[in-house]
């Protein structure tokens, strides 16, 4: 019987690739669909996984994860310097390190940060980390070699910016990588990112407060003269604002970039504003404690892998409707291929005819009509998965090129179980075709040849 | 080796007044030759769909041995035919992409779960005794003759009791026809089953030891 099959398939070997095509490009779009949407899901989520909770200024809570998390280009609302302070002695504070955006090179985001940061996420693989302002850690997957060098570019990716042409980075160190945007990223001191976009803002009123002693221990006066604007200030990252106004006050000396890094200019309450602070709590309920504390008119707390679930509840939507647009096609291809599968049993009345004649039973007229119609819906299935599969890949590569979010594809358990699901109906729907050649009278199938 | 009773057998199609086939009494004895001739649209094909149980009566009786065809249902038809009808056809059908033992093979194959060892050898002598040495030969590759030898020895290959030929010799030149006529009614002889052949192939009709003549699906005598 399989002997017959086989050398059936073999002599219509086009329409069988054809209909095993359509059927595994069917199946392939369900794949791609739901192992795409797991990928994103995941992905995501592991990349949240490092930020425990984030401290920004009040505003939305999507747009201050996407920034920080996953590095998305757009204006915060900046909090004072003094938040960072406050947060690096709190106790239930395991670490905590601000986040400074505003300058990119070559399309990558150059982030502003701290010592603190670059051991949270990992730590340095290679070379070592920051020990002047003018020294850069990259990610995992940034092209940058150890040694090169580097002019930041203020403004956003893709748009032709200004070029710091006075300040120079040099590559020091790589991230391990994460799985993130944070990989695509360029790390520099958030001192070096303040002095960039430090403003001759000298003569500003609010410099000559009290605390202007202080300032100057920080060894950069001109800081607090930023710091002092902070509530007012919007923009993308510290200090863009004003500077878009007066471009001309860009410090473009090479001044002090060779000074070791002084931590303490962070931890000055005075320090210039931050759009966000990414904080390791010491303990679960510390994390939750501390988001309780800074939920206020001044700050906003937030835990990163909340507000994704939120923002996954939206995708679980259009994965629906994505769902039902791949379940739509499949029903479309499973009544086109029906059709085929009917057509092609009529055009061979003679030939099953002719086997009922000779003297095989109904039942193997059934079996053959049933096996061949499964084995070529089968293998459209499985070739779908695997399509699928791939295609998700692909997909996920792309991404991930393009984001630093590492998007796993992967099967669960509950895939084998659609398998299981998709091969029954498969079963099923051969089963039409096998009785369609059970009926026939093998005398009216001769005789219609 | 089946004697063949045939009484009160009407075979009628949907809106024809008409029976296409009538037939009131017939009896063959086991191990008779018959040719079946009539002009085109007489009732033979009828008539050999009929007695091979591939088509049932409207009414009557056909019996093989005893064993009512008409009362039988079309799965115990199907079993019935599968043990004791040989059939030959006028195009052959035979299975394209097989080789000539497998072509023979096939039908008892999807009849039988267990493959005979008896059977195959069987297949081999069968298939050289008609002359077809590569038996591994697929059966698209060969001429036409070739073809209704396969055939030949396909109907063979079970020892059924009745060999049934519809107009064996029709699509093939005179040599060829000429070879599959002799090893028919040959291999018949030797195996001392019954033979109906509807033709008008003069080959059979001459040969064979009785002639039904059907005009208008009635028997002329």
């Known amino acids: ?154 403004g956003t990716v893709g748009s032709q910016g200004e ?6 980075y040099r590559v020091v160190g790589r991230m391990a ?21 430090h403003h001759h803002h000298d003569d500003d009123e609010h410099e000559n407060e009290a605390d202007a002693s202080a300032g100057a221990d920080t ?22 604002a004003p500077h878009a106004q007066d471009d001309d006050d860009h410090d473009d000396a090479p001044a002090d970039l060779r000074a070791p890094i002084d931590e303490a200019a962070v931890t000055d309450p005075h320090a210039p504003g931050l759009p966000a ?48 647009v791949a379940a739509g096609a499949q029903g479309l291809v499973a009544a086109a291929i029906l059709l085929v599968v009917m057509v092609h049993v009529m055009q061979r009345r003679r030939q099953i005819g002719a086997l009922r004649a000779f003297g095989a039973p109904r039942r193997a007229v059934f079996g053959i009509v049933w096996v061949e119609a499964f084995a070529i819906i089968g293998l459209g299935v499985v070739v779908g998965f695997g399509l699928g599969y791939a295609g998700a890949r692909v997909a996920s590569g792309v991404f991930t090129a393009s984001s630093g979010i590492s998007l796993p594809v992967t099967f669960l358990a509950s895939d084998a179980s659609s398998l299981v699901v998709l091969f029954v109906l498969t079963g099923l729907i051969a089963v039409i075709p096998a009785a369609l050649a059970y009926r026939q009278s093998p005398a009216s199938a001769l005789r219609g040849g | 080796m089946l004697d063949l009773a045939i009484r009160d057998l009407e075979v009628r199609f949907p809106g024809l007044d008409q029976p296409v086939l009538a037939i ?43 064993t009512d065809l008409e009362a039988l249902s ?32 096939l039908p008892q194959r999807l009849a039988r779960l267990r493959r005979l060892p008896a059977l195959t050898e069987e297949a081999r002598r069968l298939l050289t005794r008609v002359g077809i040495l590569r038996h591994g030969q697929p059966v698209e590759t060969m001429s036409r003759g070739q073809m209704q030898r396969v055939a030949v020895a396909r109907a063979l ?24 006529a002799d090893l028919l009614i040959e291999l018949v002889s030797e195996a001392g089953a019954t033979l109906i052949v509807a033709s008008h192939d003069p080959r059979f009709v001459g040969r064979l030891g009785r002639v039904l003549r059907l005009d208008g699906g009635r028997l002329l005598h």
């Open chain 1, 219 to 240: 060894g950069a006066p001109a800081l607090n003269a930023a710091a002092a604007d902070q509530p007012a200030e919007r923009g993308f990252g510290e200090g863009s």
């Open chain 1, 1 to 154: 019987m399989f002997q017959f099959i086989a050398a059936d398939l073999k002599r219509h070997w086009i329409g069988v690739a054809v209909i095993v095509l359509i059927v595994a490009l069917a199946t392939a779009l369900g794949v791609a669909v739901t192992l795409q949407e797991r990928a994103l899901r995941l992905g995501s989520a592991r990349a949240a996984e490092a930020f425990d909770l984030v401290v920004g200024a009040p505003g939305s809570d999507t747009q201050l994860v996407l920034s920080s998390v996953f590095l998305q280009a757009a204006p915060l609302p900046l909090m004072p310097g003094a938040v960072f302070a406050d947060l690096s002695q709190d106790p239930r504070v395991a670490w905590a390190a601000p986040i400074g955006f505003g300058d990119f090179v070559d399309g990558d985001p150059i982030v502003g940060t701290t010592e603190a940061l670059l051991k949270g996420l990992g730590g340095v693989t290679e070379g070592r980390g920051f020990a002047s302002l003018g020294e850069a850690v990259v990610g995992a997957l940034d092209a940058r070699q150890i040694g090169d060098s580097f002019h930041p570019m203020h």
């Open chain 1, 277 to 324: 602070i990414l904080v390791k709590p010491q303990s679960f309920a510390d994390a939750y404690k501390l988001r309780q504390a800074y939920r206020g008119d001044r700050t906003l707390a937030v835990f990163p892998g909340e507000v994704l679930t939120r923002l996954y509840g939206t995708l679980g939507d259009v994965r629906r409707i994505l769902s039902w």
């Open chain 1, 177 to 197: 990588p994460t799985g993130t945007p944070w990989d695509r990223a360029v790390l520099v001191p958030i001192q070096a990112v303040w002095m960039a976009h």
């Open chain 1, 163 to 168: 070029v710091h042409t006075g300040i120079t």
């Open chain 2, 157 to 180: 290959v079970a020892r059924p009791g009745v060999i049934v030929a519809d107009e064996p010799t029709a699509s093939l030149d005179a040599e060829a026809g000429t070879a599959v």
């Open chain 2, 24 to 66: 009131s009494e017939l009896a063959l004895p086991a191990g008779s030759q018959v040719a079946l001739t009539g002009p085109s649209g007489s009732g033979k094909t009828t008539f050999i769909n009929v007695v091979t149980g591939l088509e049932p009566a409207s009414s009557g009786h056909v019996a093989w041995r005893g």
């Open chain 2, 74 to 105: 079309e799965s115990r038809r199907d079993r019935w035919r599968a043990a004791n009808v040989g059939l030959v056809m006028q195009d052959f059908h035979l299975f394209p992409g097989l080789s000539a033992i497998d072509n023979v093979l």
